[in-house]
């Protein structure tokens, strides 16, 4: 029953993901801790229940301000691989970073499920990332390229231009890294 509210509520997602999007507030964050989440963006992520207990998709798609990536994944036919690895780390970014591409670059990647599942894979890696490695991690992603972290406090970025606004949320098989910006593999 849970599963079918999930999927539901993707598939309501997909259209709204090329829809308008919920603007981000910047107020300040929490500061990390082993068990909490922190960064500027967790005020504006209204989270609807505890995602502790959830499969990384259907913690994703708790947060109405992921919905584009949460569609995404469902085109590309990730959901299933995604929710079915364990000990995960994803770089999910925001509606908002679906802003910052254009209408015909997200046209075009949404009808080519093939590039779509390579830049969706590159945000995603094999482990479990805690706040402490982000310092200046270098990481290799599921689909192959290295990404890289640094900052530190509650300040990051991810591959030096995307900002976690939100980090360390955690799912039942991943840990959750909100950014600001669709992040693309090296070519």
């Known amino acids: 029953m849970r599963r079918t509210k999930a999927t539901a509520a993707v598939l309501v997602a997909v259209p709204l993901a090329l829809g308008g999007l919920a603007a981000q507030s910047h107020a300040q964050g929490a500061s990390p801790s082993p068990s909490g989440t922190f960064g500027p963006g967790c005020a504006a992520l209204a989270q609807k229940a505890d995602t502790a207990r959830d499969k990384v998709m259907e913690a994703a798609a708790a947060y109405p301000q992921l919905s584009q990536l949460v569609s995404a994944a469902v085109r590309a036919r990730l959901n299933s691989d995604l929710d ?9 970014p925001n509606n908002q970073a679906f802003k910052s591409v254009t209408a015909s670059q997200l046209a075009s990647l949404l009808q080519n499920q093939g590039q779509l599942k390579k830049v969706l894979s590159y945000h995603v890696v094999d482990k ?25 406090g509650t300040d990051f970025k991810v591959d030096g231009k995307a900002n976690i606004v939100c980090g360390n949320i955690k799912a039942a098989n991943a840990t959750i890294y909100v950014i600001d910006t669709v992040l693309q593999p090296p070519s």
Do not use: Q, Y
């Open 128 to 152: 479990r990332i805690t706040p402490d490695e982000l310092s200046n991690g270098s990481f290799t992603t599921v689909e192959g390229s290295k990404l890289t972290t640094s900052g530190s």
């Open 84 to 92: 079915g690895k364990s000990d995960i780390t994803v770089f999910v």
